[in-house]
């Protein structure tokens, strides 16, 4: 049998897995070993430990942990409920304003953690049985968070940025300053949505009768200030060059620690080790399918699968655009397979070089598969950020959970649309800092 | 399936990769078309700290990898990593000629572990290259923080005054530019494969170090090998040094160094006191390494070295 | 049963304790590299271990951290397919599960205790002025092997704490 059979069983045997509940890691790892054991027989066995070296000691992912630290700890200060509280005070006049708001704490949200299902199991756990209490139609509200949650992946810092700089050698902070632009818009987007159908069907988000002071608007805004403030500062010292995002991760959860627990007063042992543990739990569980992702990559490469990828590819006799929408296609179709972290690191080191070859710049093209990934975490039967709504609010239906997401992934395809039309709207900031 | 070959150095670095293809076609003509490899470069299959692991575990038959990877744990391979210890380029790349004295001496005392150097790619000496300051006498060093790759270099930035930085090639660039580091030690192939003369100001000239670019393979299998194949091998190794330094001189000269030039980048040539001067700052490097080889077979491989 | 629920017991305390440490390695992680800044702009002093030890310290966190989570049933997962199946399918997929799991752990173990052989006969360390000793993290993929090995056996999908999935990851 030729390898690219070997391949094709490998790639089989990973979705039987995935599908049997194996945890991701075990699936990615056994079907890697598996084909490296019918590519190259027991003696390249020994590429198991080389790889999980090689990708788990890759300097760029020390990031990884720390940002998710950066974002426990502040989340312990109970800060997913001030941004809500606050967001609520400032939005609840629009139509579809509860929804809005959410939109808008998982924006702020985003730029504190680098991890979407945390953002939705955080705000979904305050603002969905509050629009459900408001009548709310259980769609409208648990699509609007389940959507916004994933804008933690595309506005900084992202863990999956960390990963893709971590397989392609591309810069963090350039991907990290060119995730912000078409972050903030398809934020932009999606709030447009929520305020444009509340419109349209008020029953689906009733108004609001609550009215508030421009003084209690302020006052809800000051108690977030500080973690505000944190946030553009490690931000702030990635943009302008003074700390690498690495050193910003750092120093930024040392300092987030203090803000925590000088200023709002809530960490005891208890919650330093709650931090800690859910820390580990998060990116343990990431990293061991990073290192695992690598072991069946470097099947691939045994096979030399990338290379017959970019080759085909370059030999196509069309436009690169075509190539483009074609592998856009491909990503959605993985990604209703597919969890967001595996599909990111299997196919960017196979797709790159092929997108590199015709004539793509890598560092737009990261930010096109991060907005892919946004679609993955909710599109059926595999997407993350459905199951954590629902088990976060567990009255909710699966079904309506699903058809809530259905419009956020056309307005993530519009926003593609938009990437490939003005790529300026990725690359201007990268530009500018480097 | 062919057996494996791998480096980490991708097709794009048109100043060493011509060295691989000259030791692999040179290895493949002698046997008669017998020995073919599957070469994976650019890291595809082992990245650049998994080259030595991977061919000690027998993933790689053969590997082209830089001595300041290897070297950290083969102190004897530093011996052409020491800062001025040779005269001119011409010496160093004679001392390391695989039918000489030095590469039979190394091989002594690689064999032990397990580990054969076949033959050597001398890349041009390494210059120190600083973004805002130039560099020189030692004194000017002091508290700046250079990039280096290896031990060797790391200890004579330490020597010089400065702090040696450890970082991936990929960051250079952003680190010159943000201040994160104050210059670097390289030879020009790195300098000008990462586009870095554009943003370095000066270049000192001297020789800071020097490593070389290497093909291994494991001792045991060499041992192994039918006699015609080592034959091979050896040419192939000669094809390297050889053909595989001549094409990297060209490459330089009609390319790199005018690259340098053009962006700029000013050359300081340091007088014979200030070379002194750095001589006399380095030479505790000389005795770092004299330990760690012990004090016999270090004074025999710089008499070779000094022969050449 | 009791015999087995007291082994059960003492492996979970004992990848416990390695979980605590990956919280602690990641607590390090955050102090090494503040301090690895402070010394770069207070006194233009970068130290050169902060960046291998890091590098280690997200191997270490992750290989120390795994047994425990594959006990406790917090690694991720996908539940869409195997909850609608009926419960013979189920426990079909439970044992490819432990199977699987089991067979990625001795294959960890094997190669990663020989890699480190190779590295410690070898006497291979990390280039640079810092280099650490190959067969550290080799040596941590190993014993981290042996323990998913460990618990695949003891704590298949039906005895794990939570269902794989959507545990709050
Ligand atoms: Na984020
Ligand atoms: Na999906």
Redesign the pocket.
């Known amino acids: 049998m030729s390898d690219a059979w070997f391949v094709l069983l490998a790639v089989l045997l990973l979705l039987v897995l995935i599908a049997a509940r194996t945890p991701i890691f075990v699936a990615l790892s056994v079907s890697g070993i598996a084909g490296i054991l019918a590519i190259g027989g027991p003696g390249a066995l020994e590429l198991v430990p080389l790889a999980l070296v090689s990708q788990l000691q890759e300097y760029s992912l020390v990031a990884a942990p720390l940002y998710i630290l950066f974002g426990e700890v502040l989340a312990a200060s109970g800060l997913g409920a001030g941004l809500f509280a606050a967001a609520y005070r400032w939005f609840n006049r629009v139509p579809g304003g509860l929804a809005a708001s959410a939109i808008g704490s998982s924006t702020v949200f985003?730029?504190?953690?680098?991890v979407s299902i945390s953002s939705v199991a955080v705000i979904g756990r305050m603002a969905v049985p509050e629009m459900l209490d408001r009548g709310y139609k259980p769609a409208l509200a648990s699509g609007a968070v389940a959507a916004s949650g994933a804008?933690?992946?595309?506005?900084?810092?992202?863990?999956m940025f960390i990963l893709y700089a971590s397989v392609t050698g591309e810069s963090i902070a350039q991907l990290f300053a060119g995730g912000l632009l078409p972050g903030l818009l398809l934020a932009a987007l999606m709030g447009g949505y929520v305020v444009v159908r509340a419109k349209l069907a008020p029953a689906e988000a009733p108004g609001a009768e609550e009215r508030f002071t421009w003084r209690e608007r302020f006052a809800a805004l000051r108690h977030v200030l500080p973690a505000l403030l944190l946030i553009v500062l490690v931000l702030g010292a990635i943009y302008t060059g003074v700390a690498t995002p690495t050193e910003a991760a750092g120093v930024g959860t040392l300092a987030a620690f203090a803000v925590t627990g000088l200023l709002y007063r809530s960490l005891d042992r208890a919650t330093v080790k709650r931090v800690f543990a859910s820390t580990v739990q998060v990116s343990g569980a990431v990293l061991a399918i990073v290192g695992s992702a690598f072991v069946f990559t470097q099947m691939l490469v045994l096979a030399r699968v990338p290379d017959a990828v970019a080759e085909f590819v370059v030999g196509l006799d069309v436009s690169p655009y075509v190539v483009l929408a074609a592998i856009m296609l491909l990503l959605l179709v993985l990604g209703c397979l597919v969890d967001a972290a595996s599909l990111l690191l299997v196919v960017a080191p196979v797709l790159v070089p092929a997108v590199e070859a015709l004539g793509f710049d890598p560092l737009w093209f990261g930010v096109l598969l991060v907005v892919n990934l946004e679609m993955a975490v909710i599109t059926p039967p595999v997407g993350l950020n459905l199951y954590t709504m629902k088990s976060v609010v567990p009255q909710l239906d699966i079904a309506d959970v699903l058809r809530g997401a259905l419009p956020y992934i056309a307005i993530e395809a519009g926003l593609l649309v938009l990437l490939v039309a003005f790529p300026e709207i990725v690359t201007f900031l990268p530009e500018i800092i480097a | 399936r062919d057996p494996i070959a791998a480096t980490y150095i991708p097709e794009s670095y048109d100043d060493l990769y011509p060295g691989v293809e000259h030791f692999l076609g040179a290895l493949h003509r002698e046997t008669g078309g017998e020995r073919s490899y599957e070469v994976f470069d650019a890291g595809t299959l082992l990245g650049a700290e998994q080259l030595l692991p991977g061919l000690l575990m027998d993933i790689a038959e053969l590997i082209f990898q830089t001595s300041s990877y290897v070297s950290s744990s083969y102190p004897a391979l530093s011996v052409m990593e020491l800062p001025f210890v040779t005269g001119n380029f011409a010496q160093h790349r004679r001392a390391i000629d695989p039918d000489g004295p030095l590469h039979a001496e190394i091989n002594d005392q690689l064999r032990p572990r397990g580990l054969r150097l076949l033959g050597s790619l001398p890349t041009s000496l390494e210059y120190l290259w600083t973004a805002a300051a130039p560099i020189r006498e030692p004194a000017d060093v002091r508290g700046m923080r250079i990039r280096v790759a290896g031990e060797i270099e790391g200890e004579t930035v330490k020597a010089l005054g400065g702090a040696p930085v450890t970082m991936g090639s990929s960051e250079v660039y952003e680190a010159l530019e943000r201040g994160t580091i104050d210059g670097l030690m390289s030879y020009v192939g790195t300098l000008v494969s990462r586009d870095l003369q554009q943003i370095v100001r000066y270049g000192t000239v001297a020789h800071f170090g020097a490593y070389t670019f290497d093909a291994y393979c494991r001792a045991d299998w060499y041992e192994q090998q039918p006699e015609p194949v080592r034959r091979a091998l050896r040419a192939a190794s000669r094809s390297l040094h050889r053909q595989g330094t001549d094409s990297m001189l060209a490459v330089h000269e009609r390319d790199y160094l005018p690259a340098i030039a053009e962006a700029g980048v000013q050359l300081v040539e340091p007088g014979a006191r200030e070379l002194a001067a750095f001589r006399r700052a380095t030479a505790p490097v000389h005795e770092k390494w004299r330990a760690a080889v012990g004090p016999a077979v270090a004074d025999r491989m710089l008499a070779r070295v000094d022969e050449a | 049963m009791r015999v087995l629920d007291g082994v059960r017991r003492a492996v979970l305390g004992c990848t416990r304790t390695l979980a605590g440490t990956a919280m602690l390695v990641i607590g390090l992680m955050m102090l090494t590299i503040s301090y690895d800044v402070a010394a770069r702009f207070l006194f233009a002093a970068p130290t050169d271990w902060a960046y291998p030890l890091n590098a280690v310290g997200v191997l270490a966190a992750t290989a120390l951290a795994a047994p425990h989570l594959y006990a406790r049933g917090a690694h991720i997962g996908m539940d869409l397919v195997h909850r609608g199946l009926g419960p013979r399918a189920q426990r079909a997929c439970d044992a490819a599960t432990a199977v699987s799991a089991l067979l990625l752990g001795v294959v960890l173990a094997v190669t990663g205790f020989r890699s480190m052989q190779v590295g410690l006969t070898g006497g291979l360390v990390g280039a640079g002025t810092f280099g650490i000793p190959l067969w550290i993290p080799d040596a941590l993929l190993g014993i981290a092997g042996v323990l998913l090995a460990v618990v695949a056996v003891l704590f298949p999908p039906s005895a794990q704490d939570d269902p794989a999935g959507e545990a709050d990851v």
Not at chain 1, 110 to 114: E, K, R, T
Not at chain 1, 152 to 159: E, G, V
Request: aromatic content about 0%; hydrophobic content about 55%; charged content about 0%.
């Open positions: 985003g730029a504190m953690s680098g804008l933690a992946m595309l506005i900084p810092p992202s863990l």
